[in-house]
């Protein structure tokens, strides 16, 4: 199998479509529509279902794919080793946006400086959308939070989050799960971890909220809870770098809600340049350590 019909296949995919990637890949659009069929009609299947001028992946495309990472992977590895040893290449990254926003900076920052060749695209989401991405290889890899569904999916301990509770400064104070039953709850959309934590604690309690009002960034989140709109969970690490961080009351979480970890995401052999981020990361906290978060505990 020709290793650029491979890459003129995943340059397709990953740009959503024939034009785009022709600007990629510097070819003009009907030089790679010609690539894809002619590619099409070695293998006797079709890669993609052509609807008007979009394109989505048949199940033999998305079976292809899955192999077309691996070997693009293996090549990159090759041409590596040849190289003696240095780490090169692209590094697809995603990330849950509070670990974007406050955990990974030190880290990337600290990668680049060690490893100028590699080049880190990173994409933000929720803990589920994340884990879509990884199925269909559009990362390579992701930062997700407790709970996950882990599969077959390697992982390794990334860091812990303190999770609190906040609410508008007006507002009455929230100790437990019933003072915010009938309240609006401000969240990611589904498929976040952190939501699906409150979600939880309030149905152990009896309650529910009166509504969810769906936000897609933290400083929305908290510029929301700070207008008085309602509560929200958040990690205490982000609440420090956010803009309305003292616009809003922070509330301790019970113990069994208020460390969170975040987990770092793969599915099959780790590259090179993965390999080498993970060495960065920061060691495990002692467990045994109950004392590690400096939120007073919570009276519940």
Known sequence: ??????????????????????????????????RIKQFEERLGVALFRRQGRSLTLTEPGRTLLG???????????????????????VLRLGSLESAAGARLPPIL??????????????????????????????????????????????????????LVLITGKGAPARRDAVALGGRTVVAFPQGCSYRERLIAWLAEEGASPERVLEMNSYHAIVACVAAGTGAAIVPAEMLDHAVLSDAVVRHPLPARLRLNRTHLVWSGEASAPLQALMTLLPKPADPTNTNRFSATPAAI
């Not at 019909?5 to 009907?30: K, M, N, Q, Y």
């Not at 691996?70 to 040893?85: F, I, S, V, Y």
């Open 1 to 34: 199998m020709d290793l650029d019909d491979l890459h003129i296949f995943r340059c397709v995919v990953r740009e959503g479509g024939v034009t785009r990637a022709a600007a990629h890949l510097h070819r003009v659009p009907s030089n790679v529509t010609t």
């Open 67 to 89: 192999h077309a990472e691996k070997l693009l992977r293996m090549a990159d590895q090759a041409e590596q080793d040849l190289r003696g040893g240095t780490v090169r290449g």
């Open 109 to 162: 920052s600290a990668f680049y400086a060690r490893y100028p060749d590699v080049a880190i695209e990173l994409q933000t989401g929720t803990t589920r959308a994340l884990l879509r991405q990884l199925d269909r290889f559009e990362v390579e890899a992701a930062f997700v939070s407790e709970p996950f569904e882990r599969r077959s999916l390697a992982s390794v301990h990334a860091f812990d989050e303190e």
